[in-house]
């Protein structure tokens, strides 16, 4: 067997990652149950919640950026959305990127990462259901045609001249009156004066 000389160290493998380590505790579980998750969203943000859920909505759960024990991951919907959720006492609570979570609602992805984290606790797969699978990928599928539809007319749009946009716009304006009342507001606050009461008269008159 070769010697290693000395004064030259052999080599050394890098130290493996420490270990993932979700909240796990049984004592969670009944913040997580579905009467409190109900009473945290709806009935019918619950029922959604489930189907995300049982169509694998859910990515890959990770330790939440909290200072009580919750999990966070990217549960897909119209976009991907970055979830947590969490229990702090007897409760749940959480935190979402979505529009509704914005207005305050304990929102389906929340629901649905609760979910998977409650299956987690209990030690229980969350049963597969292919017709959640189906309606969950269906939602995906167009919101993300809606997002190709917006940038191929955003790219169309940017690309024409100035004066043609002009033209098109004065056309939707004498064909719709909202277009029209839209575009003389756009109007008259671009050319608003600066000072405050100047620009208060402006807003009274469009509103």
Known sequence: MAEIREGINAPTMPAPAPPLHLPMSANLLPALSDAALIAASSRAIFGRGQT??????????????????GVAAT???TQPYAVQV??????VAGDCDCPNAADGWFCKHQVALA????????GEAPAADEAARKKVAATV???QTVRDKRRALEEFL????AAE???RLLDLAERDSAV??????WRQLSSAPQDLQGLKAVVTQIL
């Not at 979910?115 to 209990?122: E, G, I, N, V, Y």
């Open 180 to 185: 029209a009342r839209e575009l003389h507001q």
């Open 52 to 69: 995300y859920a049982a169509g694998g909505a859910v990515g890959a759960l990770a330790p939440a950026d909290a200072a009580t024990p």
């Open 86 to 91: 969490w229990v702090d006492g007897d409760e």
């Open 165 to 167: 946009l002009a033209e």
């Open 115 to 122: 979910l998977a984290w409650r299956a987690q606790l209990s």
């Open 141 to 143: 599928q167009r919101a």
């Open 75 to 77: 549960v897909e919907g």
């Open 158 to 161: 940017r690309g024409r001249p």
